[in-house]
Structures are given as C-alpha cells and as structure tokens.
C-alpha cells in the first residue's frame, strides 16, 4: 500500500481528485497499520491472561471490536483504490513488469489476509458460543456454535495472524528505501525543532 501511495504522490497529477485519493490512501494505511499493531500486542497479550483476571472479558472485547473495525476500513480502502485507479493519471516511467506481478502479487496476498485474519477471529468467537460486539453494539453470528472446531478456530486464527505479520515484514522490507528516506525526513524536523528551541 505504501508503494501505492508513494508512487501516485510522486506523479505529478493532473486533477486534484487523483491528489485526494492518494492522500485518502495515505491516511487509511497508517490509522490501519496503528490499529493491526494494537491488535498483535493485545492479542499476545490476552493470550498470556488467566481465565481469573477481571479484565480479561472487556480486552477480548475491544480485540473483537478493532477487527471488525479493520474490516470496515479496508472495505472502505478497496472503494477509495477502486477510485483512485479510474482518475489515475498515466505513468511516465512505469514499473518493469516482473517488479509490478510483484507488487500486485504482494498487496493482494495483504488485503486478503486483512479479511480473513478478522474473520477468523469472529469464527473462533462465534465457535466458543461468544459474541462479537463493535463497542457494546452487538453483532449477528456469523458462524454457529461448535465446540468440535472450536479449538479449530483458536489455531486457525493464530497461524493467519502470525502469517500475516511475517507478510507485513515482507512488505516492509520491500519498502525499505521508503521508510529510510521517512526516518531521515524526521530526523531532519527533529534536529530543526532542537535547534529552534536551543537558540
């Protein structure tokens, strides 16, 4: 995704709707990569709590509740991408075509972990006979209750979340010249910001 936006903001657009949906873009990757990284060092945690721990019921609660709402943020960044395409202006120096079966190859194999890593938490919810709720609005069951694949659904939805982190480090490495060149650009507003407040 960082690829998407990176290179649409490197053209030089012709209409202004081709500037606002990368920026849209933009701004729907990094509220999602915030919320994904949440919900990784929630769920290792939860997963080391006691069935006794008080609070335990209110963060399965607020888990639940950041992956449907995962899910609404990518439904709507397919729709805002599925835009972007149609008032995208022409590439001057295109990517090579090994590069591009790539990249396509790459985000496709993300948004589609997106999708089922959240559905697979509401199926080992729904499995155990629980309900998942966005934030106390309460939503309808997906999957029936069966305690033969509830077990099922525990490791199913463990091993896609760890598959999907190790593609979310694949993606970060393929975007490493992106995230130095992030890093310097910060570390230049920091240096400048200490400097202004020393004199």
Do not use: C
Not at 167 to 187: G, N, P, Q, V, Y
Request: glycine letters at 6%.
């Amino acid at each position: 995704m960082v690829n998407e936006v990176a290179k649409s903001n490197s053209r030089p657009s012709k209409t202004p709707k081709s500037k606002t949906f990368a920026q849209r873009l933009w701004s729907l990757h990094w509220w999602m990569a915030g919320i994904y990284l949440l919900l990784f060092v929630g769920g290792t945690y939860m997963a080391t709590l006691q069935g006794d721990v008080t609070y335990r019921g209110s963060l399965y609660n607020f888990h639940k509740a950041l992956g449907v709402l995962t899910m609404g943020l990518l439904t709507a960044r397919i729709l805002v991408l599925l835009l972007s395409l149609r008032w995208k202006p022409a590439a001057k120096r295109p990517l090579p075509k090994a590069d591009r079966i790539w990249a396509i190859a790459l985000h496709t194999i993300l948004y589609l972990f997106m999708l089922v890593v959240p559905l697979s938490g509401w199926f080992f919810s729904n499995a155990y006979d629980k309900d998942v709720s966005f934030f106390g609005l309460l939503l309808p069951r997906l999957f029936s209750a069966d305690q033969a694949v509830a077990e099922l659904g525990r490791s199913l939805h463990f091993w896609l979340a760890y598959a999907f982190l190790a593609f979310i480090f694949l993606h970060t490495i393929d975007e490493r010249k992106f995230f130095r060149a992030m890093l310097r650009r910060f570390s230049q507003s920091m240096r400048k910001t200490i400097v202004s407040k020393s004199t």
